[in-house]
């Protein structure tokens, strides 16, 4: 018994942990470029792009512990998923957070409050100089700024804040007095600065051997602990016993160094860092390091120079590569459902292209690997080589999951013979191809597996499209909807982008969005948006990159109904290009500067949307008569209360609103996270329907819609159940 009660007592002062490094955004297009140091207690994330926290989600990685991220470098790839993510965090619980990376990152936070609100959460911006290291209980990190060469300082176009320089002489200088001279040569500002991050994990301590403690006769108690933290102790009897003797030796330190070389301009800075360099000679390292990730584009990876930078590390590192030549989404969840769906009704659920099943580009190494979302290198307990455990299941094996419930092959043959019937009835063999409407993002606030935020595009004609609402992840529904080369010609069809109001869940895809049509198309579009937008814009044009040469802002005030204040020839011009005959905004109860818009088209069809609102009449008017009301249902019925207090709607808010209008057809949306598979679904309606993202519709297959509802009930019974318990 004292030997049990011995050994328990030693258990407890142990601190070892657990911990892995799991890749959750391989870079591919469309897909953040993100790492997770993944530890029992508290979750490091490197990198914060767009889309980050469905991916969290989807592998698993907690963001109510997520206490630090690491940014390598200010750009909108590494960062446009911060806000959402800061957001979600403080939903989960999170009460304070710390962010490393590039000075400048407190600014952008500060101005996401535009639209943001984080009362509940202290938000700690680390700051960061040369050979400055950061510690706290699972490792050490040091900050390894990189900057451009002296020779390209000059042509910077940049203008993000920064305190490295360098003088005439090409050395470093960290200072923040820009007025000084360096040797009779004025400084020159580096902009951006770039980070890189070597990361130390502790050591794993020894076992403490409780054999050898009692052959030497020590007694439980405090004795036990020094000799597990590494101190001698002497007994009673003046006995010196080592901790030597009694501790197996600790495990070596592991590393990870995380590396961004964003350009050519600093290979100069990164190849010859003295920091990384010591870390390349193995006279000074007892292990080698242990792995590399690689955020660099693959224009500078492949570059001669980098290449024998990366070869100087010792043979056991293993390298992954993080860039937008890697295919892979890291999503199943989407596939998935949309697998089930399309059983029910495959133009309604058109499967997904699998781009990014496609086997990544080859690697001229063992030791490097394109990165997969997925893919794990344990530290502790023991060091592994990469994991890559497979994911995504062919399709049919969530088929067969599904007909295994008792009644749906059942209701599926009657939904069949039912879509038939009314196929017929509507004619639907002559269904015109256009309008399509696709329903890209369908949840709200918060993204999650199966919905996105508010997204829907409007394709006019196949070369002309409307985009309502743009919220994180829009432009990875796109790639997924439509496969890369295809959803790069979507993004050149898209005229017009319509911001409904500036709260983070409907426009803060839109960045990303314009920055990769920007590679592809020098067309300006229109940008339909609240005027309150602006100073969010400006900082990020100001202090980021300018993308004003992508768009022409146009106040969504201008079209106010009845109340036209955009000049006629640039209305008229606008109209032609989008090739409809006119559009309408109002007023609706949400916050300030809320709207809702009917786009009417050439043959006088019209279609409304409401964004966020609570019942308004404001919206029954400006929807008289509309062919697809496009409403936002929050919340169930129920709820009223709720939902008057957050100024959204309920199910039977949005139908009672369509029926006044006297809406044709109601296209329920905007569904709280508690609905992600199945939203409550209205009863004995017979045009009102529920969407799902990757829905794509037309305004004569509308009709079809509620004839799901049955098969949508039983094949998310589960979910249904404890929605209604």
Known sequence: MALMKQRKQVIKSQINFQSKLKVVGSGALGTPSAIYLLTDHINHLFNCGESIQRLSQEHQCKISKLHHIFITSSSWRNVGGL?????????????????????????????TKLFINLPDLKINFNSITEFKTYRNKVMQVTYVPIVKSAEDIKDSSSNLVDTNYINVNGKRVIDNKEEENMQGGKKIKIN??????????????GKLLIDKC?????????????????????????????????????????????????????????????????????????????????????KVFTEQRYQDWLNAFGSNTQHIILNDENTCMGSEAVYKNQYLLNMLHSELFPLLK?????????????????????????????????????????PQIYIDEILKIPTFPDVLKELKTNIEEKSRELNLSNNLDYPRIVMLGTGCSVPNKVRNTSGILVRVNKDTSILLDCGEGTLSQIIRFYGISEGINILCTIKAIYISHIHADHHLGLIGLLLKRKMVTDEVLYLLTPKCIMPWFNFY????????????????????????????????????????????????????????????????????????????????????????????????NGLEDLANRKFHSTTSGAIKAGKLMNAKFILLTHFSQRYAKIPSIPENETAVGVAYDFMELTLSNLQLLPLLNPCLKVMFNEYNKVMND
């Open 83 to 111: 806000p959402g993510m800061l957001l979600t965090a403080q939903a989960g619980g999170l009460t304070e957070i710390n962010i490393h990376g590039p000075v400048g990152l407190d600014s952008f936070v500060k101005t």
């Open 192 to 205: 951006p600065r770039v980070i890189c991050y070597i990361c130390d994990i502790h050591p794993k301590q």
């Open 214 to 298: 009692i052959d030497f006769g020590i007694p439980p108690g405090p004795l036990l602990h020094k000799l597990k933290s590494g101190q001698d102790v002497t007994k009673e009897d003046g006995t010196i016993v080592y901790s030597k003797d009694v501790v197996d030796p600790e495990k070596p330190i592991t590393t990870f160094i995380v590396v961004e070389c964003p350009t050519r301009e600093y290979l100069d800075s990164l190849v010859n860092d003295p920091t990384l360099l010591m870390y390349q000679r193995k006279e000074l390292m007892k292990e080698d390091v242990f792995c590399i990730f690689h955020f660099t584009p693959e």
């Open 354 to 394: 699998v781009d990014n099943f496609q086997k990544d580009k080859e690697t001229n190494n063992d030791a490097i690997h394109r990165a997969r979302g997925g893919q794990v290198l344990c530290i502790r307990p023991t060091t592994s080589h990469l994991i890559y455990d497979r994911f995504y299941n062919k």
């Open 541 to 636: 044009n100001d202090r980021f990159e300018s993308i004003t040469e992508q768009y022409t802002i146009v106040d969504n005030n201008s079209f106010y109904q009845n109340y036209h204040t955009f000049s006629l020839i640039s209305e008229i011009e606008l109209y032609h290009k989008l090739d409809i005959k006119e559009i309408n905004t109002i007023f609706v109860k949400h916050c300030n500067q809320s709207y809702g818009i009917a786009i009417t088209l050439k043959d006088n069809k019209k279609i409304v949307y409401s964004g966020d609102t609570v019942f308004s009449k404001n919206l029954i008017q400006l929807g008289q008569n509309c062919d697809l009301l496009i409403h936002e249902a929050t919340m169930e």
